[in-house]
């Protein structure tokens, strides 16, 4: 993905480091955001550590901000702990803070993308050593409304997983639930021949646009998406 008529900077703050490109830079703003949310994820874990510490999905205590019940609506509907929903969080957080300023704004966490821009974009699937790493692009029009694409894998990176996927890409709406679905596609996964039928797992979840994955060589997708063949 090419932002090279917009602005970019790296915003770093303890575990989470986002790169982030908008018309102009934001980098007060930006570092703001991240540890509003910090504050207010560490304070409900320390009271909840169930919600940090689950694999499995767990409900939002009545008082929760905002973010833990985007966090746990996302989880149950992938089924998979909330924390694998909290990079998708960070990047869709910092995004929608910048766009009160901003009308392009793109935040990219680890791998998990937020993006709404007035150009179509290409985002490129990394997927480690596999032959088809960077072969493959996802075409996002974002004009419109923000997108999120994210990303897990069990061969490449920090992503937790039970599978073995090279990539496991998830496109939605809400990077919460992307991010989650993205974890659990990624789960399915030990093999090529597990691709078809995770895709079918995850495009039965509700508010998924899209997925690929590439696991051995081989990738499948499926959904509303446009995909490229890049040089």
């Known amino acids: 993905m ?117 150009t179509v974009k290409t985002i490129a699937v990394y997927a480690g050593k596999s032959p088809l790493s960077l072969k493959i692009g996802i075409v996002a029009d974002t004009r419109e409304a923000p997108l999120a694409v994210c990303t897990s894998a069990g061969t490449v990176g920090h992503s937790f997983s039970f599978g073995k996927a090279d990539a496991a890409v998830v496109v939605s709406k809400d990077a919460c639930l992307a991010d989650a679905c993205a974890t659990r596609l990624g789960n399915e996964i030990r093999s090529a021949a597990d691709i078809d039928r995770a895709l079918e797992t995850i495009m039965r979840i509700g508010g998924v646009v899209g997925a690929v994955a590439v696991a051995q060589g081989v990738c499948g997708a499926a959904g509303g998406i446009q995909l490229e063949t890049l040089d």
């Open 2 to 118: 090419i932002a090279s008529e917009l602005a970019c900077w790296q915003t770093q703050y303890r575990q989470t480091e986002l790169f982030i490109c908008a018309e102009k830079k934001m980098e007060k703003q930006a570092l703001e955001a991240v540890k509003e949310l910090y504050g207010q994820l560490e304070k409900y874990m320390a009271e909840n550590p169930a919600f940090a510490e689950s694999l499995e999905p767990v409900a939002a205590g009545k008082a929760a901000p905002k973010v833990v019940r985007s966090m746990c609506f996302a989880a149950q509907a992938a089924g998979v702990g909330p924390m694998a929903a909290v990079a998708g969080a960070f990047a869709a957080h910092v995004g929608h803070v910048l766009l009160k300023d901003a009308q392009q704004v793109i935040v990219e966490n680890g791998g998990d993308i937020f993006l709404k821009t007035e």
